[in-house]
């Protein structure tokens, strides 16, 4: 059975930074797409940043020079860095594995940013 286990996220003062998780079990890690998605109360899931099986990443503008999305293969698991934390980021964050047309999400993890 396929698993993305996260962990991390909490609450942090603005500037802060916390640092995300995504553990993932019986998939072949290495060949899928892994990416962090977020969702804040009464708006729609969002894409916040990708990672490809090549390393090629991606983010949304609004993310660019904060976090930083890597992976380790060996670890089977996927990291979002995140700096500079600002109360627009508070969300929950998803992570998600996709391979062709196999897709598959984490638990969700509440990121609060709040003085």
């Known amino acids: 059975q396929v698993q993305l286990v996260q962990s991390g996220g909490g609450l942090v003062q603005p500037g802060g930074s916390l640092r995300l998780s995504c553990a993932a079990s019986?998939?072949?890690?290495?060949?899928?797409?892994m990416g962090w998605y977020r969702q804040a109360p009464g708006k729609q899931r969002e894409l916040v940043a990708t990672?490809?099986?090549?390393?090629?990443?991606n983010y949304v503008d609004s993310v660019k020079g904060r976090f930083t999305i890597s992976r380790d293969n060996a670890k089977k698991t996927v990291y979002l860095q995140m700096n500079s934390l600002q109360p627009e980021d508070t969300a929950v964050y998803y992570c998600n594995a996709v391979k062709n047309d196999r897709a598959y999400w984490g638990q969700g993890t509440q990121v609060t940013v709040t003085s």
């Open positions: 990672i490809t099986s090549s390393r090629i990443t």
């Open positions: 019986a998939i072949f890690f290495s060949t899928y797409d």
